[in-house]
């Protein structure tokens, strides 16, 4: 089956869009591959078939943060403003998991943007609800307590009630500190709601979890 019948999200073409589409060929990149660079020139817009891709943003301390995941049916609003706008990539995307993608070069994506509706009526909706989700990472990182975002990261992220993520990979997904994630996480231990290990926070307490994360004070 050619990529685009699989593709995630992205629309019926009419038959010259399809066909400028199906010329591409998808690409396997491994768990940990980096992507893009800050600074590098945006050379597509990336279609993911599979997997899953995290974008970062590290500040001049040297402190990450988490901006956004990109999975298949989503879009990295960075390669997309490149594109239109000319800017180059001021974050790092690593693919989080093993990922198959299409790169779509850069005068394919401008040409589509041009020739059909429906592809561009696709771009323009994923850029839209990626801007959106970046709004609520700007109010919870603005105005939310470092607890209330610990606590609903854990509970998002953990699978059968275990998170396995580093103390320090845990502070660049809600944008805080290695040292403050570890107090934090060290005062909920205490109180009986988690345990951690190494590499691991084990949730004891969801429903008690679930209120801090929901706490506005």
Same mark, same amino acid.
């Given at each position: ?59 001049? #301390? @040297? ?5 956004? =995941?990109? %999975? ?8 997309? +403003?490149? *594109? &239109?706008?000319?800017?180059?990539? #001021? @974050? ?5 998991? =093993?990922? %198959? ?8 994506? +401008?040409? *589509? &943007? ?104």
């Amino acid at each position: 089956m050619a990529w685009v019948a699989r593709a995630p999200g992205l629309p019926p073409l009419d038959p010259e869009a399809r066909a400028l589409l199906d010329r591409l060929t998808p690409m396997a990149a491994p768990a940990g591959t980096v992507l893009f660079h800050p600074g590098d020139t945006v050379k597509g817009f990336v279609v993911m078939l599979s997997g899953r891709v995290d974008v970062y943003l590290t500040g001049a #301390s @040297g402190r990450e943060l988490l901006l956004y =995941a990109v %999975e298949p049916g989503q879009s990295c609003v960075q390669s997309t +403003l490149g *594109l &239109m706008g000319g800017d180059d990539y #001021s @974050g790092e995307a690593i693919t989080r998991t =093993a990922c %198959e993608l299409v790169l779509v070069p850069r005068d394919t994506f +401008l040409r *589509l &943007m041009d020739l059909s509706d429906a592809f561009r009526h696709f771009v323009f909706a994923a850029f839209a609800q990626r801007l959106q989700s970046m709004m609520h990472l700007l109010d919870r990182v603005a105005f939310q307590r470092i607890e209330t975002r610990l606590a609903q990261c854990l509970l998002d992220r953990a699978a059968g009630g275990t998170l396995h993520a580093t103390h320090a990979e845990i502070a660049v997904m809600i944008g805080s500190a290695r040292e403050v994630v570890s107090r934090r996480l060290d005062a909920l231990a205490r109180r009986g709601i988690v345990t951690v290990e190494r590499g691991m926070v084990r949730i004891l307490d969801p429903e008690t979890l679930a209120d801090i994360a929901q706490s506005t004070d």
